[in-house]
């Protein structure tokens, strides 16, 4: 098997935290430090909940991109994360409506 096919996993791996982010306590901690700030950094966010691993978070943080419901970005070593820029917006407003 090659290491490519390890790296890439089905984007729905738990469906249910697709339709029910809030489910989680610990998702519902992270939306809500996304919610107070924006834009935070992984380092951040796993520094304000000591509670949770490493771990923990991270996973749960994929999870949230992978259903977009955050962005996940890495810039070299560090990771940012903030809400879908396309978040609460219908998508009839991303295309041209032709009459």
Same mark, same amino acid.
């Given at each position: 098997m090659p290491t490519s096919s390890l790296l890439e996993s089905a984007p729905n791996i738990h469906p249910l935290l697709c339709e029910h982010p809030n489910?989680?306590?610990?998702t519902a901690t992270i939306? =809500?430090?996304l919610n107070e700030q924006t834009v935070i950094s992984l380092d951040s966010l796993i520094c304000l909940m000591p509670q949770y691993t490493w771990n923990q978070i991270f996973h749960t943080v994929d999870q949230l991109a992978r259903c977009s419901k955050i962005v996940l970005r890495r810039h070299r070593? =560090?990771?940012t994360l903030f809400f879908h820029?396309?978040?609460g917006i219908t998508t009839s407003f991303l295309s041209p409506h032709y009459s």
């Open positions: 489910t989680d306590v610990l939306l =809500d430090h070593f =560090d990771y820029p396309f978040r």
